[in-house]
């Protein structure tokens, strides 16, 4: 995202549509889904796990 846009000073990565996907050492699995994350400063950040209104 550009500066200025959704009120941000420095422009950051975003991606939308994203899973978790985890697995306990006993063999379960199980994934959630993320609705929108952004990076910044080359760390990333979940923002949204639910509906973005």
């Known amino acids: ?3 200025g846009d959704e009120y941000n000073k420095g422009s950051y990565w975003r991606v939308y549509g994203s899973a978790l996907r985890w697995s306990t050492p006993d ?10 994350m952004i990076s910044w ?13």
């Open 1 to 3: 995202m550009p500066p």
């Open 41 to 53: 400063r080359g760390e990333w950040y979940v923002v949204h796990l639910g509906p973005i209104r």
């Open 27 to 36: 063999g379960r699995t199980g994934t959630f889904p993320i609705t929108a």
